[in-house]
């Protein structure tokens, strides 16, 4: 999964739900990770098996990385589900990729502002 032109004025603010066809099956990918320095046009590869984890505590920058949840306790407003917990995208292994994918991003302190210029990218693959 792949974010593409990630740009935020604090990105240590921000939790990302990735859903799947079946919303109980989700993963936030992405929460208090960086730090209180600009995220300026990033794009981030998330790959459960990336050498390491998104940085938590120092600038966010393009790369490949783990997805990574370092908070407790997101929440994300309606029509977001509940998040089942757990970062990782291994969740949707075996799960049966056709539908409707949901991406739900948050500014969990907000007095900020960003956007996702370039969106998201899902890359699935079979094992046959």
């Known amino acids: 999964m792949q974010l ?3 740009s935020h004025t604090f990105p240590d603010d921000i939790d990302i739900l990735l859903v799947g066809p079946t919303t109980s099956q989700n993963a936030i990918i992405m ?3 960086g730090s209180s320095g600009d995220a300026v046009n990033v ?10 984890p998104l940085p938590d505590g120092s600038p966010l920058v393009s790369g490949t990385f783990q997805p990574a949840n370092y908070g407790g306790g997101d929440s994300f407003p309606a029509p977001a589900p509940v998040p089942a917990g757990g970062s990782a995208l291994s969740i949707f292994n075996g799960t049966n990729p056709n539908g409707t994918w949901s991406l739900y991003i948050v500014d969990d302190a907000g007095a900020d502002v960003g956007s996702l210029a370039g969106g998201w990218t899902l ?6």
Not at 43 to 52: F, G, I, S
């Open 4 to 6: 593409n032109n990630l």
């Open 31 to 33: 929460s208090e990770v």
């Open 43 to 52: 794009t981030l590869l998330l790959d459960d098996d990336a050498p390491t």
């Open 123 to 128: 890359n699935i693959t079979s094992c046959e």
